[in-house]
């Protein structure tokens, strides 16, 4: 059996972005920038305001098991979806990376990352997490659960009674 609609799995970034934005929203938050029906556009994913501050926002999904589009669409990978997410968190942190020399000098801003709830990128971030904490670097990265819920965490440990 071959699968092929990924756009309808709730850890598809599209699906992601959109719960994401709908917080935001709902929060009070100016949308500045909402690249949630086009996920392969370039630069910044989502871009929000309030307050004063700016958010600037990568998102990224979780991999499926199958091959989501070309010709071998609905067909098994060979790429497990653990290695395959590694890979994501960390074009994201480049990407935020990217999105921090873009900013630059726009004003006042922060940047953040948006995943699925997973064990996978909890574990990422547990990873990482000392590089950010040792140089005291804010660094927010919202979850989005399976019901469309968002929590709030920090890849710095001290901000994270900060971020919620």
């Known amino acids: 059996m071959t699968k092929s609609n990924h756009i309808d799995e709730w850890f598809y970034e599209g699906q992601i972005s959109k ?6 929203v709902d929060n009070g938050y100016q949308i500045i920038k909402d ?6 556009a370039k630069g910044e994913d989502i871009i929000v305001s309030i307050h004063g501050q700016q958010e600037i926002i ?9 091959y989501a589009k070309g010709p071998k669409k609905g067909q098994p990978k060979p790429t497990k979806p653990k290695l ?6 960390s074009e994201a942190l480049l990407s935020s990376i990217f999105n921090y020399q873009r900013q630059k000098g726009k004003g006042n801003f922060k940047l953040a990352l948006a995943f699925p709830l997973t064990d996978r990128y909890k574990e990422l971030i547990g990873k990482v997490e000392d ?12 979850f989005v659960d399976e019901s ?16 919620r």
């Open 84 to 89: 395959q997410a590694k890979h994501w968190f």
């Open 148 to 163: 469309g819920a968002v929590t709030i965490d920090n890849l710095n440990r001290n901000e994270r009674k900060n971020s």
């Open 58 to 66: 990568e998102v990224k999904g979780y991999p499926t098991t199958y």
């Open 19 to 24: 719960c994401l934005v709908t917080y935001f």
């Open 35 to 40: 690249n949630s029906n086009n996920i392969s």
């Open 131 to 142: 590089f950010f904490t040792d140089n005291n670097i804010d660094f927010k990265v919202y």
